[in-house]
């Protein structure tokens, strides 16, 4: 499996992006798409992940009501829709593929490329 994450640019706090991460190969149902992020001197953390097959998300605390994870099964494809963004968005994501949800990076087997998110204040 490839993953290949784009959508990432500059942008203004308060402003919206949209991060798009699409797959090669086959995606069972009981696999996890996940979003991690990664600042500058700092750990990687989890952002948001869903279920492939029923959609369930699940969210880190500090994006919950401002970031939607969502995915098209046609495309092969996870989003990642990011509103009211803030200075501490600011970091590379990642896209992650894994058996289980989990807010562990250690718990994902495939990786995407990361796209950079710039938010200025």
């Known amino acids: 499996v490839q993953l290949q994450a784009s959508g990432g640019g500059l942008v203004q706090a308060g402003g919206s992006l949209r991060l798009s991460c699409a797959a090669s190969g086959r995606i069972f149902s009981s696999s996890v798409m996940g979003w991690f992020r990664q600042a500058p001197g700092k750990e990687r953390e989890f952002v948001a992940a869903i279920r492939w097959g029923v959609g369930i998300a699940s969210y880190a605390d500090s994006v919950k009501g401002r970031f939607t994870i969502s995915r098209d099964k046609a495309k092969n494809t996870v989003y990642l829709q990011m509103n009211s963004l803030k200075p501490e968005d600011t970091a590379v994501y990642y896209c992650?593929?894994?058996?289980?949800?989990?807010?562990?990076?250690?718990?994902?087997?495939?990786w995407g490329q990361g796209t950079l998110v710039t938010v200025s204040s």
């Open positions: 992650a593929k894994g058996p289980y949800v989990s807010s562990s990076s250690r718990q994902y087997v495939y």
